[in-house]
């Protein structure tokens, strides 16, 4: 009966998959009907007058969709440090600075766009923010000479970069896998320092022996909203990041003081009205990734019942790798299984398989920042990320060959950032 359940549990993973490749089904749709699916296959109670016993309504439905609480509690208060920081002009004036710095030359202005939105998006990241940021920083790098396609990779970077450090997405590996704050912080580094290292030679290299130039573009309007912004506000994006990982400070409040320090810096006109109004627009910004966790959450659960785990066992144990060859082999070489919502993707079956593994005995801290690694290639460049589709839609380029342009480069720095990590882990 187990080898029936099994194979059950098996086809609606793949199934899931299949139709999140051709996108024939959303991933915020997807999730939970594989939570009730698999919940189903592996027999877990649908109700039960006992309110300590797992089922399909409480532990699944209920208690998963409240799991990753802490997570949707980071994005919703990082989203709004990214809207203040936008209205009253933090944003447009570290860009403005940058190119002015950079001039017109294209591999200083593009070296200088990938750092400063790399900070830009550490602070606060999601579509609405590359939106942003990328209808700023793309005309003016295609008006200095570099391919509508470079200028898209250099915000893709930028991006993977920040949400490596960004404190708002932190909480979904404290969420995902039961670590400490400061566990999930301490290995950031060796966890980002691969992808930024890669960035700055891709980025070199495309601009030097890649680039196909052209000048032309309509460049956006200064609305002169930055022009009263005092400089010394520039440094609010950093309050949060340094809070978390110098200090410990707990998310929430590390995104308050940011805001308060922004706000401080800054003095608008109508604080509370920005305040206000950033909020409501926040959460509409991350509507759509707070409803994936509430799935991820309901999928955790499912998996990680008594019901289907022990089902599982015998399949993860086969698949937890020994010792560092291994754990470089299995992980680096299934990387792009990251990509299209795949069993590598933290927003997607990721979240479920790598519980199972931790609950099949594998180190939480391997699996984290094995995940973290393989997250680099889904950050830049999986074509369902909705900011990978909005850029390549900016630029009129085609976000396959967005994939086909990035994939080799941040495959090999996840490797090499595998590589690296075994000395640390093992």
């Known amino acids: 009966m187990e080898t029936l359940q099994l194979i059950g549990i098996i086809v609606v993973f793949l199934g899931a998959v299949a139709l999140m490749m051709t996108r024939k089904l959303p991933t915020i749709l997807a999730l ?44 919703i208060f990082g989203s709004l440090f990214g809207k203040i920081l936008t209205k009253i002009g933090v944003t447009e004036l570290i ?26 998006f550490t602070a606060s990241n999601g579509l609405g923010m590359v939106i942003l940021v990328g209808t700023i920083i793309i005309p003016i790098m295609i008006s200095a000479g570099l391919s509508p396609m470079i200028s898209s990779i250099i915000l893709l970077l930028a991006n993977g970069i920040g949400v490596t450090f960004s404190v ?31 960035s700055i030679i891709m980025v070199v290299y495309f601009v030097k022996f890649n680039g196909k130039r052209r000048k032309a573009w309509a460049m956006p309007a200064n609305k002169g909203r930055n022009n009263n912004v ?18 410990n400070v707990p998310l929430v409040a590390a995104i308050i003081t940011g805001i308060l320090a922004a706000l401080l810096l800054s003095t608008p006109k109508n604080p509370i009205h920005v305040v206000s109004s950033a909020f409501v627009e926040g959460i509409q910004d991350i509507a759509g990734a707070a409803g994936l966790m509430i799935g991820i959450g309901m999928l955790l659960n499912a998996v990680m019942s008594v019901e289907v785990s022990t089902i599982l066992d015998g399949a993860i144990e086969a698949i937890i790798p020994n010792g560092p060859i291994m754990f470089v082999v ?55 990320n909705s900011h990978n589709v909005w850029v390549s839609d900016f630029t009129k380029t ?26 640390y882990l093992f």
């Open 230 to 247: 005092r400089s010394i506000a520039l440094i609010a994006p950093i309050v949060p990041v340094v809070l978390v990982f110098a200090f």
């Open 95 to 120: 860009i403005k600075k940058a190119a002015e710095m950079a001039g017109d030359k294209a591999l200083p202005l593009a070296l200088s766009f990938l750092a400063v939105a790399s900070v830009i």
């Open 330 to 384: 299995v992980f680096g070489l299934l990387a792009p299984l990251a990509i299209y919502r795949g069993p590598l993707n933290v927003w997607g079956l990721g979240s479920g398989i790598v519980s199972l593994l931790v609950a099949g005995g594998m180190n939480p801290v391997m699996a984290m920042v094995a995940l973290r690694l393989n997250s680099n290639v889904q950050a830049v460049c999986d074509p369902t």
């Open 32 to 75: 939970p009907i594989m939570a009730i699916l698999i919940s189903v296959i592996a027999g877990v109670p649908f109700m039960s007058e006992d309110p300590e016993k797992f089922t399909l309504v409480k532990g699944v439905l209920e208690d998963g969709s409240m799991r990753m609480a802490t997570a949707i509690s980071g994005l």
């Open 398 to 423: 085609d976000v396959n060959d967005v994939l086909k342009k990035t994939i080799p480069w941040i495959w090999i720095s996840t490797v090499i950032g595998l590589i690296a990590s075994t000395f």
């Open 168 to 198: 708002s997405t932190l909480a979904v590996y404290i969420d995902v896998l039961g670590l400490p704050l400061e566990t999930v912080t301490s290995y950031s580094w060796m966890v980002g320092l691969p992808l930024i290292i890669m």
